[in-house]
């Protein structure tokens, strides 16, 4: 008789990419014993595509995790090698952090966290199989079996297979069945996932190729160097302590010779041949790509980035792809600076098996199957960040459905997380979703800099802030409004001293005295600009001084978006009962029916954005909905 090895624990995270990572250490830090699985311990937090963190409104994603209690900001606070504050030309709603990483450092020191986290285990193993019993019409989790067929009994079960699950590499005619990097592919999952009646979708993205440093000619490239000031990730990180040497990136363009190579062989592309089944992403595309969609372009964007400190492999940015291994080398031979090229690891495209994500509810639960959580890649979205807030989200859900409390659910007023959320779980997409600040009404009160201000409060509630820290959150929050406050109340009259400084910045002179907060609104002035005529000024931190200018310049534009989100919270806190049946419902035009029936919004906020839903039929349902609660009452 064979046996097989069993072991009990509570929550089982199914990868070890930056989902997996997030909500294994939500998990173990919420008390919950943790089994994270993982192909390859070697592949821990691994960066298999682009070697940075952040971005446009990805730095916001980071920035958010980091405020509820996440680990991203502070691994890559330690970790980066060059930073940027990007868009700091335009408002304050889109300044985004990027940082470069070094690739091997950012696993490494994820790894240790991970290692040296309390109720938490690391098996490199590959799961095969989801352990269910039937409770009338909905599944509940039992666990997990192994390949190898050993079996871990859980409460909850978190998928962050990431790109992992029937991984086909390809480029050219050549395909191989491995995960990025070459990594074993998770082959059997799928299976076990359609045979609970989970809907399978199969997406593909790429990358470009790695070249050795040695090989490029910097002096025909434009050096691009990071902020002469590091602004930190983590809320937590002392600034001081990111102020380092930082390497440069290098900025080169495409020509109309190497959109000539890629139109002359275009039909050797996988992705034109049909070879490649997989829906890639609208907004990271591949170099044949973008010489196809945008044939009026001579040229476009190719950054070169370093992947590390201590290796010679640089990333080639803005040109990934799948052509075969030959038109690789003469479209990346043609771009100025890389004449003799030596590429280290070809540029590929990969496929893989993903999630359509409206079978989930807003907490990342499964509908259907009671205990059953899923974050990252395998939800349908696309990149580092995107994937680590959802890790965070479905880990402290997990967590909080054993501990028999609400899940967390942030909406679209309180957090771009809110926003990716409720996109996957709402909105059909058709390819791999990625985030963008156009995606969110409420960008003015969203922004990356209060971020702790925002969402502090709720981790501290989860359990995953400490003390310290929330007390820290209320100091600053204190002097914030006490220093807002003494602005609106402090006048500057006519002095020679004001004179100066009004010339200075090209300001309209004063006639009469005037509130240091109606200078701030000036264009051509800022809270930092008038410290010389403000002998009251008190000491306080970058970050207190920053919120004050912010609230200040911006006040009817935050008061304004403050009413927008007052009447949006009026739909959002209109709950629909599990179980309405949308067929009982008189004047719903069908496909709002079908629509609702396929989704089953959880309130009539979410109904109102799902496609195919009109204004008509959400006043029907608001309608009905208040007749049935008539009814009852």
């Known amino acids: 008789m064979n046996t097989v090895y069993k072991e009990t624990c509570q929550a089982v995270v199914v990868g070890a990419g930056h989902a997996g990572c997030e909500a294994a ?89 991970l290692e040296n986290t309390d109720h938490l285990s690391i098996v490199q193993a590959e799961v095969a199989e989801i352990l269910t019993e039937e409770d009338g019409d909905r599944k509940i989790i039992r666990g997990v079996r192994t390949v190898s067929g050993a079996v871990y009994e859980a409460q909850a079960v978190i998928l962050c297979t990431g790109t992992y699950l029937r991984a086909r590499c390809i480029y050219g005619d050549v395909s191989s069945y491995t995960g990025p990097n070459g990594l074993q592919a998770a082959n059997h999952l799928t299976d076990s996932l359609k045979n609970l009646g989970v809907e399978m979708l199969r997406f593909k993205t790429g990358t470009p190729a790695r070249i050795d440093k040695r090989s490029i000619d910097f002096s025909k490239m434009e050096e691009q160097f990071g902020d002469e000031r590091v602004v930190p990730f983590s809320f937590t990180t002392d600034p001081e302590s990111v102020q380092i040497p930082q390497v440069s990136c290098w900025l080169t363009y495409t020509n109309e010779r190497t959109h000539e190579i890629i139109r002359e062989n275009l039909d050797r592309s996988p992705l034109y041949s049909g070879m490649i089944e997989g829906t890639g992403p609208r907004y990271c595309p591949s170099i044949e790509d973008k010489v196809v969609r945008f044939a009026d372009k001579n040229r476009h964007q190719v950054f070169i ?20 291994e030959d038109v690789q080398h003469a479209m990346y031979s043609s771009v100025a600076g890389l004449e003799h090229v030596r590429i280290v690891r070809n540029a590929y495209a990969i496929e893989y098996d993903c999630i359509d994500a409206r079978q989930l509810y807003p907490s990342l639960e499964f509908k259907k199957i009671h205990g059953l959580f899923s974050g990252g890649q395998f939800n349908g979205s696309s990149g580092y960040e995107e994937a680590a807030a959802q890790g965070l989200i479905a880990g402290i859900n997990a967590a ?44 003015l009160l969203l922004r990356q800099d209060n971020a702790d201000l925002r969402l502090t409060k709720i981790g501290y509630e989860v359990g995953l802030i400490p003390e310290e820290r929330y007390q820290e959150l209320l100091e600053k929050e204190r002097q914030i409004n006490e220093e807002i406050h003494r602005v609106e109340k402090a006048y500057v009259g006519t002095s020679e001293e004001v004179k100066r400084l009004l010339e200075q910045y090209g300001s309209t002179p004063l006639h009469s005295g005037i509130s240091l907060a109606e200078l701030i609104r000036r264009p051509e002035l800022n809270y930092d600009a008038l410290a010389p005529v403000d002998p009251e000024r008190p000491e306080l931190l970058r970050g207190v001084a920053e919120q004050v200018n912010i609230h200040i310049k911006y006040d009817g534009y935050i008061r304004r978006q403050q009413k927008q989100v007052e009447q949006f919270q009026k739909l959002e806190n209109k709950r629909i009962p599990d179980d309405l049946d949308y067929d009982e419902v008189p004047s719903l035009r069908l496909e709002a029916r079908q629509k609702l029936k396929a989704v089953r919004p959880v309130s009539v906020g979410q109904a109102s954005r799902i496609s195919g839903v009109s204004p008509a039929d959400i006043s029907v349902l608001l309608v009905w909905l208040e007749q049935k609660k008539g009814r009852k009452g």
């Open 25 to 113: 250490l939500a998990c173990a830090r919420l008390g919950i014993e943790t089994v994270m699985f993982t192909v390859s311990v070697d592949s821990i937090a691994l960066m298999p595509c682009n070697p940075n963190i952040g971005g446009t409104s990805k730095g916001h994603l980071v920035r958010e995790i980091d405020a509820l209690g996440g680990e991203m900001g502070k691994n890559i606070d330690k970790t980066f090698i060059q930073s940027k504050m990007l868009n700091v030309s335009k408002g304050p709603a889109v300044h985004s952090l990027r940082a470069q990483a070094d690739k091997s450092e950012y696993s490494r020191s994820m790894r240790r966290v």
């Open 305 to 324: 980035e370093p992947e590390g400190l201590y290796t010679n492999e640089m990333y080639v940015g803005g040109m990934s792809s799948s052509l075969p």
């Open 400 to 443: 909080r459905m054993i501990l028999k409390k609400e899940p967390l659910v942030l909406d679209r007023s309180q957090a771009y997380i809110g926003v990716l959320i409720d996109d996957l779980v709402t909105k059909e997409n058709r390819e791999p979703y990625r985030m963008m600040t156009s995606r969110s009404e409420y960008r």
